[in-house]
């Protein structure tokens, strides 16, 4: 048992409802409880997709279970087969009709449905919502992939490629393909099939004609990329085209691999967030401390942007997919921090702490403990809500999710202009370090009453970071308050710990310049 109020993951059968719904042809017989129908709110409402997902379920209630719970699940394979005429039928087990253990693969299979059926084994209780989609997308394409379908000979055509990964409730997936198919046209370069997002069974059938394959969202599309390395031989790039550096990167190795000239799609005119960072302006975020934490692939793509085009410091970096844990680990070692693989939002919530960052990326999640610790916030990664699923253009890939992300990161921070009047004019009533960033006025928080010199207070309010029980006697927090906000949570840490270690009872006037000068040295 684990106690969890928040998870970063649903359980592998949502997964594989992203499959489901990402295409087109398809239709998933759930073996469920009444009530896991919840999930066609994903995508009704946050994905805002106008159809119901094509998902059957059995619905099974509790005096069903005294019955014959296997019958109510081939009358439902046989009303869903009739009603919706898929071209492919998944069958599977939510958490609860795994325990029950009716075998839907079986029982499919004794039907002799006039469709292929395609059974998923998801185990609920170890794995989850990522797994459920990879292991989805892998058993379509195994079954249907037609292994005689091989490449066309290559004289006189342009060279071919699948786009792998993109499914519904996909973060920005939808933007991301529009994005990268503008990239592999100015290559040259044709789009045999993006999948799963908007394929058929049909589509998946001639998977094996194309050159190679673009493994986008390496959760959702490795595991088939790489049975269709050992079936087609067909090459996969790994290069997740998130950030300038990566989509050159991504750029120069797909253009390797199909024999063009990379050069128009190098000089993309639409990519304007290298001179963004470099112009005077942003000389304010070099060295500003940033954790960032979501799965692993935007992860570690955040981290690179945030090191290498923001100037950022990188003072924490996690996921919460442990399969792909090694990704973080590599990327942690190259910043220097511990890496954090976790999928409890407390760990994440005391690391985020600790590590007294001035921007937070993460998910949704992330959103609301850096609400909670009074950090500028932006989203990298799912799980998101409704507002990242946006009506207007905003992919994560390529040069214009690039620009994209430079505005979206910088947003939450104070401007550098109204960062100096803050330090300079604490005591104004508009530019006072309580009233929050102008452009984000609704944070807002008052001013806590400062107790006479002399007293002990706590200041929980001073800084985002609070740690051990030491007093700050009223004077100690007046000083402290003079520090700028944006480095005042080190300020207060290190002053704690050194105030610790001499076993001081309170922090005066002098414990806070005796602490400066020893973190000094
Ligand atoms: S079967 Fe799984 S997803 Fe459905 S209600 Fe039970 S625990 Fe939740």
Avoid at 72 to 94: C, M
Avoid at 359 to 372: D, F, N, P, S, W
Wanted: hydrophobic residues 45%; contains cysteine; negative net charge.
């Amino acid at each position: 048992m684990q106690l969890a109020v928040w998870t970063y993951e649903g359980p592998p059968h949502v997964g594989a409802m992203r499959v489901a719904t990402a295409m087109r042809g398809v239709h998933y017989l759930l073996h469920a409880p009444q009530g896991d129908t919840y999930a066609d709110l994903l995508f009704t409402m946050i994905e805002r997709r106008s159809a119901r997902p094509p998902v059957t379920y059995t619905t099974f209630q509790a005096r069903d279970l005294g019955k014959d719970t296997a019958s109510l699940f081939q009358n439902a394979a046989r009303d869903a087969v009739e009603r919706f005429q898929p071209q492919a039928l998944l069958v599977g087990a939510s958490c609860t009709a795994e325990l029950i253990q009716d075998d839907p693969a079986g029982l499919a299979a004794n039907m002799k449905l006039p469709c292929p059926v395609i059974p998923l084994e998801l185990p609920s209780y170890q794995r989850k919502e990522n797994w459920g989609a990879a292991e989805t997308f892998y058993q379509i394409v195994r079954h249907l992939a037609d292994t005689s379908v091989r490449p066309a000979p290559r004289e006189g055509r342009r060279p071919c490629v699948n786009l792998l990964g993109p499914a519904a409730l996909g973060f920005r997936h939808r933007d991301d393909v529009r994005e990268i198919r503008r990239i592999l046209d100015l290559l040259g370069i044709d789009v045999h099939l993006v999948a799963p997002l908007g394929a058929s069974p049909e589509d998946i059938r001639t998977i094996g004609a194309a050159d190679f394959n673009i493994v986008l969202y390496p959760e959702i599309g490795d595991e088939a990329a790489r049975w269709l390395d050992k079936t087609f031989a067909q090459p996969a790039i790994r290069t997740v085209p998130i950030g300038v550096g990566a989509t050159r990167a991504f750029i120069n190795e797909v253009a390797a691999l199909a024999g063009v000239d990379p050069a128009l799609a190098l000089d993309d005119p639409s990519s304007r967030m290298p001179w963004w960072s470099r112009s005077v302006d942003s000389t304010y975020l070099t060295g500003k401390r940033v954790f960032i934490f979501g799965d692993a692939t935007h992860a570690v793509a955040a981290a690179r942007i945030a090191h290498e085009e923001l100037g950022f410091t990188v003072c924490g970096l996690g996921c919460y997919n442990r399969e792909f844990a090694r990704d973080i680990r590599i990327a942690a070692k190259e910043y220097g921090v511990e890496p954090l693989i976790t999928d409890d939002h407390l760990t994440v919530e005391e690391a985020i702490a600790a590590a007294a960052p001035e921007l937070v990326l993460g998910t949704q999640m992330e959103r609301h403990i850096a609400k909670r610790l009074g950090v500028p916030c932006a989203v990298i990664s799912s799980p998101v809500h409704v507002q990242d699923f946006p009506a207007r253009f905003s992919p994560q890939m390529g040069f214009e999710g690039a620009n994209v992300i430079f505005d979206t990161w910088v947003h939450p921070l104070v401007m550098g202009l109204e960062e100096h009047l803050l330090t300079m004019f604490r005591d104004d009533f508009e530019f006072s370090d309580a009233a929050g960033p102008s452009h984000l006025h609704g944070h807002s928080k008052p001013e806590p009453v400062l107790a006479p010199a002399g007293d002990i207070v706590m200041t929980a309010e001073a800084a985002p970071a609070a740690e051990g029980d030491l007093g700050w006697t009223a004077e100690a927090e007046r000083e402290l308050r003079k520090i700028p906000f944006f480095v005042r949570g080190k300020a207060k840490r290190n002053t704690e710990k050194y105030a610790g270690e001499m076993g001081l009872a309170a922090i005066t006037l002098e414990t806070l310049y005796d602490a400066k000068a020893h973190y000094a040295r």
